[in-house]
């Protein structure tokens, strides 16, 4: 195993049980591995502080390695010489898995889609199992997904790239834009994870498609799978004239309404658009590829539309942290691009005061400046891209911008404390101040949820 975190030490206990040899290997310290104590007592030998040379020989049969960490380090490097299988959780839990499997993924609206998925399943009695990317490994929720109970599972590129026979049941594509470029290189490569989702289904299976995001429309000829579209802008094209793929069932929003299409062609109304949990057009298309999946896992259409209505969201997701003399103050930490800063922006209709910032990817910042110009009336930016974000602000005619100079994780909560203390100074009551950082966290956080508790808690503290 290379890295301990969560799914590293999910993974050691696994094959520690079955009676393999296992060696755990992290670049941290010992002192800042707790989990090493645990996994030694059952056995398994735990090298922390470096790769040393030969942790990977010739000797080895497996390499499981935390998404996070990229190919090029050296024990990859030797693996991949050596011809050793490198596979990430994601494959060791299909395998452990009795019960069948969703995969979720997408650029953005993963957490949001997969969590609402599981609430429909849960809904119609069908007591599913939502772990992976979420927070909780895939190899603990693995062995409770008894045959007939789904395991729903948020996906990763990162998780996916390190799968071989990974086949999920039921494989759903949000939506595909540029991100991860510092870890994967290239689009080609980010893309090619992605839709390893999708690399061994068979006719038997289904394959849930953003039909409005032509990447994922242009897929869909490829693929082995049912193929079950979604869309936000009215019924897929080829759904009504019989087109064969397209025979399958779909659910889209049509004339203020979210209907459900069968195969046999008769129609669903589900709720009005309106009448959904959580607002915003990206969240509409979260919940409609949530009503898709779940639908096509046996849910049924009552519990998908009384899901649709109640489902709030989940933290970090333009979650309302409290109201303050009339300001409404949103954490969208979980907005780790700008694509997804952009999709909250549209959520809103009244003026809004922005705070966001954090690691710099090498993004110039322009597609937000659509946004910035009608919506935004004050930018407080922070991390390392502030200055970035402070040029993009102003050039969209931003007439307030305020910049928080603390940069680094010693004064991560001191900063944020200085961003909501100078958003405070701006906001005036019917106006939103909405934390949605369009870049991930790790310049001064050691993730977006620490990021939006620091959040939280300064809001809180007003």
């Known amino acids: 195993m290379l890295g301990l975190a969560k799914s590293g030490q999910a993974v050691a206990k696994v094959f520690a049980a079955r009676g393999a040899r296992v060696t755990v290997n992290d670049a941290k310290p010992r002192e800042a591995c707790p989990e090493a104590d645990e996994l030694e007592r059952l056995g398994v030998r735990v090298v922390c502080g470096g790769h040393p040379e030969g942790i990977v020989h010739e000797g080895i049969r497996l390499v499981v390695k935390n998404p996070g960490i990229p190919y090029r ?48 399943l849960e809904a119609s009695g069908l007591r599913p199992v939502v772990a992976g990317n979420i927070g909780r490994p895939l190899c603990d929720a693995a062995e409770e997904a008894e045959p007939g109970r789904w395991l729903v599972a948020e996906l990763s590129s990162f998780q996916l790239k390190g799968t071989t026979d990974f086949r999920p049941k039921i494989a759903c594509l949000l939506n595909f834009s540029e991100t991860h470029m510092d870890w994967h290189g290239t689009m080609e490569d980010y893309w090619a994870s992605k839709i390893r989702l999708f690399a061994n289904q068979t006719e038997e299976d289904a ?18 799978a ?21 025979t399958n069932g779909c659910v889209y929003a049509e004339n203020g309404n979210i209907v459900l299409r069968e195969p046999d062609g008769s129609r669903v109304e589900l709720l009005p658009a309106d009448d959904l949990g959580i607002a915003g057009r990206h969240n509409l298309e979260n919940g409609l590829a949530a009503a898709a999946a779940a639908w096509a896992a046996g849910a049924d259409p009552a519990a998908i539309a009384k899901v649709l209505r109640t489902f709030r969201g989940v933290e970090h997701r333009q979650e309302l942290v409290r109201e303050v003399a009339g300001v409404r103050w949103y954490n969208d930490s979980k907005a780790t691009n700008a694509t997804a800063a952009s999709k909250a922006l549209d959520a809103f209709r009244e003026p809004i005061v922005w705070i966001g910032g954090g690691l710099d990817r090498g993004a110039d910042f322009r597609d937000l400046m659509p946004w910035f110009a009608g919506k935004v009336k004050a930018a407080v930016v922070l991390g390392e891209t502030r200055h970035k974000l402070a040029q993009a602000a102003r050039e969209a005619g931003v007439a307030i ?31 939103i101040v909405l ?26 503290r007003l």
Not at 229 to 243: D, Q, T
């Open 401 to 431: 911008i305020r910049v928080v100079d603390a940069d680094s994780r010693e004064r991560a909560a001191e900063a944020v404390e200085e961003a909501v203390r100078l958003a405070a100074g701006e906001a005036r009551a019917g106006d």
């Open 207 to 224: 394959a849930v498609l953003n039909w409005d995001d032509p990447a994922c429309r242009d897929l869909a000829p490829r693929l082995a």
């Open 73 to 120: 380090i050296p024990p990859l490097v030797k693996a991949a010489e050596l011809g050793i299988e490198i596979v990430t959780e994601v494959e060791v839990a299909w395998h452990l898995a009795k019960g069948p499997m969703i995969g979720i993924t997408g650029t953005n609206g993963k957490t949001t889609t997969t969590s609402w998925t599981g609430a429909m």
């Open 226 to 246: 049912r193929v079950i579209p979604f869309s936000a802008s009215g019924e897929p094209e080829g759904v009504a004239a019989g087109e064969r793929r397209l």
């Open 435 to 460: 934390f949605s950082p369009a870049c991930a966290s790790w310049d001064m956080f050691s993730s977006y949820e620490e990021r939006g508790r620091m959040f939280k808690a300064a809001v809180h």
